[in-house]
């Protein structure tokens, strides 16, 4: 049994040189049960006051500056990497030949988009989900994997950190970190999901391995009723 990873070529698997467990990069399963978890994010009509209220404060400087902070934030993400494979990361412009780049980038535009936006469950899971799934199967540790949605608040602080003076402006960081932290609890839990699936495929690929070399020696039977030879 295995799961194919081969779009996210030039990131070695780590379980191993004879594991066969690869992972697919479907978003339908994990990013329809992570939306139904993703805490604290409320309907469009219960959002409208506080997307309001942050409009025309710190969210429209944040906005002004849509470039600028998603470069550093991408760069932020591919720090996760060896340096070596994080330099192609960045280097390389070809989706095809750099799917992991192309992914990330593009997960951090969706992800800058809502955190100044309406904050959609099904947008955000969705393109997490791509970018975790890559960092499950790579082996980061969950702190490794996810750090990267924390460092946009130190971006931002570094950015526009001397507004932070003014109450009102501080009033809405707070939002807006509020909402970094949704982020962050959604990619903890995709990555979580896709870590159990992972152990799950592993512990079928063991078993089934050891009762066919237990079948090969004449110890077990595929029949329940056929007795092996003594």
């Given at each position: 049994?295995?799961?194919d990873?081969?779009?996210y070529?030039?990131?070695?698997?780590?379980?191993?040189?004879?594991?066969?467990?690869?992972?697919?990069?479907s978003?339908?399963h994990?990013?329809?049960s992570?939306?139904?978890k993703?805490?604290?994010?409320?309907?469009?009509?219960e959002r409208?006051?506080s997307?309001v209220h942050m409009?025309e404060?710190?969210?429209?400087?944040i906005t002004?500056q849509?470039?600028?902070?998603i470069?550093?934030w991408?760069?932020s993400?591919?720090?996760?990497?060896a340096p070596?494979?994080a330099?192609?990361?960045?280097?390389?412009?070809d989706?095809?030949?750099n799917?992991?780049?192309s992914?990330t980038?593009?997960?951090?535009?969706?992800?800058f988009?809502?955190?100044?936006?309406?904050?959609d469950a099904?947008?955000?899971t969705?393109?997490l989900?791509p970018?975790?799934?890559?960092?499950?199967v790579q082996?980061?540790?969950?702190?490794?994997?996810?750090?990267?949605?924390f460092?946009?608040?130190?971006?931002l602080?570094?950015?526009?950190?001397?507004?932070?003076?003014?109450?009102?402006?501080t009033r809405q960081?707070?939002?807006v970190?509020?909402?970094i932290d949704?982020?962050a609890?959604?990619a903890?839990?995709i990555?979580?999901?896709?870590?159990?699936?992972?152990?799950?495929?592993?512990?079928?690929?063991?078993r089934n391995?050891?009762?066919k070399?237990?079948?090969?020696?004449?110890?077990v039977?595929k029949d329940?009723?056929?007795v092996p030879d003594?």
């Amino acid at each position: 049994m295995e799961l194919d990873a081969s779009q996210y070529a030039g990131l070695p698997l780590t379980w191993g040189t004879n594991s066969s467990i690869k992972i697919y990069p479907s978003t339908d399963h994990f990013a329809v049960s992570i939306t139904r978890k993703l805490t604290g994010i409320k309907p469009d009509s219960e959002r409208q006051t506080s997307v309001v209220h942050m409009a025309e404060g710190l969210v429209s400087l944040i906005t002004k500056q849509r470039s600028a902070i998603i470069s550093k934030w991408f760069d932020s993400a591919i720090h996760a990497y060896a340096p070596d494979t994080a330099a192609f990361i960045k280097s390389q412009k070809d989706q095809f030949a750099n799917p992991v780049g192309s992914h990330t980038l593009r997960g951090v535009e969706v992800l800058f988009d809502q955190l100044v936006g309406g904050m959609d469950a099904g947008a955000i899971t969705t393109y997490l989900d791509p970018i975790m799934r890559i960092r499950a199967v790579q082996n980061l540790t969950p702190a490794r994997a996810t750090a990267f949605i924390f460092s946009l608040k130190n971006i931002l602080i570094d950015m526009f950190g001397k507004n932070f003076q003014d109450i009102g402006m501080t009033r809405q960081f707070l939002e807006v970190e509020r909402r970094i932290d949704q982020m962050a609890l959604a990619a903890f839990d995709i990555y979580m999901a896709c870590r159990e699936k992972i152990y799950e495929l592993k512990a079928n690929e063991t078993r089934n391995r050891t009762f066919k070399a237990f079948e090969r020696a004449g110890l077990v039977s595929k029949d329940p009723g056929e007795v092996p030879d003594a």
